[in-house]
C-alpha cells in the first residue's frame, strides 16, 4: 500500500515539473498527458523544426533528436551544456529544478 501511495506521489510531482516546464515555455501544460503531441511540443520547446518530430519514427534518427532536444531545451532556459546532460542523463532531477526554479524561458 505504501509503496502505491509513494508510485502515485512521484507520478504527480513529475507531471507538474512537465506542467509548469511547458506553461514557462508559453504552451499549455496539460500538454504533458497527451502521448505524441508532449513530444512534438518539447522539440518546440527546444527551438527544433517541426520535422524533427517525424524523425522520432526513423530508427537511429530517434536517438539523435532524443540527444538533442534536452540541449536545446536547457539552452533555451539559459542553462549551459551541462545542464543539458543533466537533462538527459537525469532528468527527474533536472526537469523540477527548472519547474520550481527560477529559470526562465527564452525563444
Not at 551544456?81 to 523540477?96: A, K, N, S, T
Request: net charge positive; proline share 6%.
Amino acid at each position: 500500500m505504501l509503496q502505491t501511495l509513494v508510485s502515485i506521489a512521484l507520478a504527480v510531482f513529475f507531471i507538474a515539473s512537465g506542467w509548469i516546464v511547458f506553461a514557462k515555455a508559453g504552451d499549455p501544460g496539460w500538454a504533458i498527458l497527451v502521448p505524441f503531441y508532449n513530444a512534438y511540443v518539447m522539440i518546440r520547446i527546444a527551438g527544433l523544426p517541426w520535422w524533427c518530430f517525424l524523425l522520432l519514427f526513423v530508427p537511429l534518427a530517434n536517438v539523435i533528436v532524443a540527444v538533442i532536444v534536452p540541449f536545446g531545451i536547457a539552452k533555451h532556459f539559459g542553462k549551459g551544456v551541462g545542464f543539458g546532460f543533466g537533462l538527459l542523463f537525469l532528468g527527474f532531477i533536472f526537469y523540477p529544478i527548472l519547474a520550481f526554479g527560477s529559470a526562465q524561458y527564452s525563444a
